[in-house]
């Protein structure tokens, strides 16, 4: 946590110690800036801009309840046609950071509510999954295991790798996290299947098989998606996988097509990870995707029968409903 540079002359417990009270006043109690000013001998132009310290701090976390009648309609739509559990839906930003951010949001409410002491959950890497691990969590746990559903990938940096994240998943909601200690991409499907059967990568493997909740992410083959950035597939097998109807994949591991039928002639056998069936057998998969260039990968991925929850942006939501209305 930083402190605010302009409070650098005091102690950092003194100012944490302002800022909170001075949180819980406005936030918590409902006083005015101008009160808390007076109570405080502070002049009100201070008071509003230590409100904002102690938000940029990470002493105050604003939660917005995005609800709305096109919201619950469309969530009605997509869980009664995909049998989802739940839907997940943020509000759409310009910005694809904050995108993911307001996704990413959702993704950690939901698990608040519905971690329980002694579950696992496995993870897998990339952006829209890194990104929950980035958020604060309201409630803690003990007893909770976060398990890598894929190996490590120098490529993805250490930030986009599903080691990291649950590391950062484990410190976020407390429990301990478990290595996969296995490359992400191998070059042939024989160097693959030798790696799975070793004793190491097949223990921490069937841990993750027998997870309670998945977080993953729909990737697609667009010029800035994992597949791209990862450098793993040339520009003619991604063009050859796009040819053959390739529209996006679950893990970097199983690429479907626009009806979700496994399509992994090209791409396909070379990632070490969970598979398609394995997500099957997990009791929650939770499958993020914010954004906007994603929306046909996440309908075909809906289709696979894979995922029971979504989180996405309205506006996804939106773009896949017209997507099933015009006969996509």
């Known amino acids: 946590m930083a402190v605010p540079t302009h409070f650098t002359a005091q102690t950092p417990e003194a100012t944490y110690g302002l800022l909170a009270e001075i949180a819980r006043r406005y936030y918590i109690e409902g006083e005015t800036q101008d009160a808390i000013a007076r109570a405080l001998d502070l002049s ?4 509003n801009r230590m409100i904002k310290d102690a938000q940029e701090a990470g002493l105050v976390e604003i939660r917005v309840r995005f ?13 009664d046609r995909f049998g989802l559990k739940h839907l997940l839906v943020s509000p759409a930003s310009q910005s694809q950071q904050q995108q993911r951010r307001n996704v990413a949001m959702t993704v950690t409410h ?6 329980r002491e ?3 959950v496995a993870v897998g890497m990339g952006r829209n999954v890194a990104a929950v691990a980035e958020m604060q969590a309201a409630r803690t746990f003990e007893t909770l295991t976060f398990v890598s559903g894929s190996g490590g990938a120098a490529e993805a940096g250490s930030e986009g790798n599903a080691d990291h994240i649950c590391r950062n998943l484990a410190r976020r909601f407390g429990g301990s996290a478990v290595t996969l200690y296995a490359p992400a991409f191998v070059p042939e499907a024989d160097l693959r299947e030798s790696l799975i059967s070793n004793g190491t990568v097949r223990r921490t493997l069937n841990l993750a098989r027998s997870a309670d909740y998945a977080l993953v992410g729909i990737g697609d083959l667009g010029p800035d998606s994992h597949m791209s950035r990862m450098g793993w597939f040339s520009t003619d097998e991604i063009r050859m996988a796009q040819d053959a109807g390739v529209v996006g994949d679950l893990m970097g591991y199983d690429f479907f097509n626009a009806q979700g039928d496994p399509c992994n002639d090209v791409l396909g056998g070379r990632v070490i990870g969970l598979s398609r069936e394995d997500l099957q057998r997990v009791s929650t998969t939770i499958a993020i995707a914010a954004e906007p260039s994603k929306a046909m990968a996440i309908l075909g991925a809906l289709r696979t029968g894979t995922i029971d929850v979504l989180a996405t942006s309205l506006s996804n939501c939106l773009t896949i409903s017209e997507l099933l209305r015009a006969g996509h």
């Open 44 to 47: 009100r132009m201070k008071v």
């Open 67 to 79: 609800h709305s009648s096109q919201t619950k309609a469309i969530e009605k739509e997509l869980c």
């Open 110 to 115: 939901f698990l608040e509510s519905n971690l």
């Open 118 to 120: 002694n579950l696992v």
